[in-house]
């Protein structure tokens, strides 16, 4: 939505510039930080989890029968565990900037019910 009106220059036919001002907060600070945490977040699981422990050194931990090998992989343990806790700890962020947008979101309802009743 925001797009198409910023790119259209259309901001403006939105009377509230109450209105005006959190749609353009929502999208080019709360979305984009959101996008951003989001990415990182995808980065670190693929680069931490699915590189290291699953992906070209799969073969060492799972044996023929799709069972973890558990001494080998007992080994790289304190790594993976600290790889899962920054995972973790990004999720948490990426959470609270997704609920974050969703109060924003919330808030411009009632807002935007306002401005079509116009």
Not at 28 to 45: G, H, I, P, S
Request: hydrophobic share 35%; proline share 1%; net charge negative.
């Amino acid at each position: 939505m925001y797009t198409k009106i910023s790119q259209n220059q259309q901001i403006e036919l939105i009377q509230s510039e109450e209105l005006q001002r959190k749609i353009t907060d929502l999208y080019e600070v709360q979305y984009w930080e959101y996008k951003d945490l989001d990415n990182t977040l995808e980065r670190q699981a693929h680069a931490g989890l699915v590189s290291n422990f699953f992906g070209d050194i799969s073969h060492m931990y799972i044996t023929n029968k799709m069972k973890v090998d558990i001494e080998s992989f007992g080994e790289d343990y304190a790594e993976l565990r600290k790889e899962c806790r920054k995972i973790y700890f990004l999720s948490i962020n990426v959470q609270q900037s997704m609920l974050n947008c969703e109060n924003k979101i919330e808030a411009l309802l009632p807002l935007l019910r306002d401005e079509l009743n116009k």
